[in-house]
């Protein structure tokens, strides 16, 4: 399956099966999961050679609902006769625009003053479950942003921290999202604050 705007399901033609091949593709609604209500699609391709990729189109009328957990799987046709099903492949679709994440930078508490200790500020961003897969992120400039993997179970929502190390004076943390099909939140959540004798002050998150 490919995540774009009018995603494509594909697969290789059997090389000894047949000279002339069609697939046959059918998506439902993966059994463990309980958020792609009813939707099916089946769909036929058109005649590949063998050892060829036989490519179908889902158009916007069976667009496949976006975050929902599905499966799919493919046989071969060769004009006449059906080959066996191949055993089911699970996706999630990232069409929609995943949203921004939570930001927090330890040990600054939001709109109070808290006093600068030895240890360099831990900030960490928390994308939204279930897709939310990694986190561009960076301070100060919004053009230079560091992308921040989640290798803890690659499902989402795991909290990223970077330990971040300002000069004194106002900085500031920007982070946005990145989805399992590489889409980015379309708008960055930053986060305020001031670093300095006396202690720091974090804005209001915006």
């Known amino acids: 399956m490919d995540g774009e705007v009018h995603p494509h399901a594909c697969a290789g033609a059997d090389p000894v099966w047949a000279p002339r091949q069609k697939g046959q593709f059918e998506i439902t609604p993966a059994p463990a999961y ?34 929902s957990h599905l499966r799919y799987r493919v046989r071969g046709h060769d004009g006449t006769v059906y080959g066996d099903w ?5 996706f999630v679709m990232n069409t929609g625009l995943p949203a921004a994440p939570r930001i927090e930078c330890e040990p600054y508490a939001k709109d109070t003053w808290t006093e600068r200790t030895p240890a360099a500020p831990s900030a960490s961003w928390t994308p939204p479950r279930p897709t939310g897969r990694a986190i561009s992120g960076g301070l100060d400039d919004p053009k230079v942003l560091n992308r ?22 106002w900085h500031t943390l920007y982070a946005r999202t990145v989805d399992s099909g590489g889409t980015i939140s379309p708008g960055r959540i930053r986060l305020r604050c001031r670093c300095g004798r006396g202690g720091g002050a974090v804005a209001a998150r915006r």
């Open 86 to 90: 191949t055993g089911y492949t699970n």
């Open 148 to 169: 921040i993997n989640d290798t803890v179970d690659g499902n989402g929502g795991d909290p990223l921290t970077i330990t971040v190390k300002p000069a004194d004076g």
């Open 34 to 67: 309980k958020d792609a209500g009813s939707y099916t699609y089946t769909a036929t391709s058109a005649a590949v050679a063998s050892g060829g990729t036989a490519t179908v189109t889902i158009p916007s009328a069976s667009a496949c609902p976006a975050g």
